[in-house]
């Protein structure tokens, strides 16, 4: 009932994130029904991208110039350095328009079940860049997760061998406008063990 053609366009379209077989082929069927006008232009666009996107060689962001445009930045603190866990968590951060240092994405976090040791991260980078000097503090950025506090907490060990001592990570607990009766206890734990004088 479906070219083989299709069929490919459809199971690719599943693997992206969000999306499963059903809006795989609903968003198939948008793309070939709008041919002129979505489709070339999309096709046009990720082969540029193909092309032109790259990974920063000093932070791990992606960019279509090396170093990326938030490395080049000269109004942005390079004594300050958010350590993240993928592209889409400095995004994320870079939404709040609150940070202005610099960050380092690590591109995974350690995984003993998925094989993901420290050899794996981008964190030979990172030491390189605290040894250069010039930073104060680096922040950690990483998911609440058993795999994000391992990750944080070996990176706090390597950090402190190269002498950069004013580490920080996040703080955890009660979202802004969170109601403490919607939350579980593990957030209510972590809101009370990160309080604050007022």
Known sequence: MISDELKTLIHLLSKLPGLGPRSGKRVALHLLQNRTTTLSALAESLQIVKVKVKECTVCGNLDSQDPCFLCQDPRRDTSFICVV???????????????????????GV?????????????????????????????????????????????????????????????????????????????????????????
Not at 86 to 91: E, P
Request: aromatic letters at 4%.
């Open 110 to 198: 350690l995984s003993a079940l998925d094989g993901v040791g420290p050899e794996d991260l981008r964190l030979t980078s990172l030491l390189h860049r605290c040894q250069r000097g010039g930073v104060h503090e680096i922040i950690l950025a990483l998911n609440a997760t058993v795999e994000g506090q391992t990750t944080s907490h070996y990176i706090t060990e390597r950090l402190r061998e190269v002498g950069i001592t004013h580490i920080s990570s996040l703080a955890r607990g009660v979202p802004v406008g969170g109601e403490l009766d919607y939350l579980d206890e593990g957030t209510l734990s972590a809101a009370l063990l990160s309080r604050r004088g007022v």
């Open 85 to 107: 866990e993928s592209v889409a968590d400095l995004w994320a951060l870079e939404r709040t328009a609150s940070f202005k240092g610099h960050y380092h994405v690590l591109g």
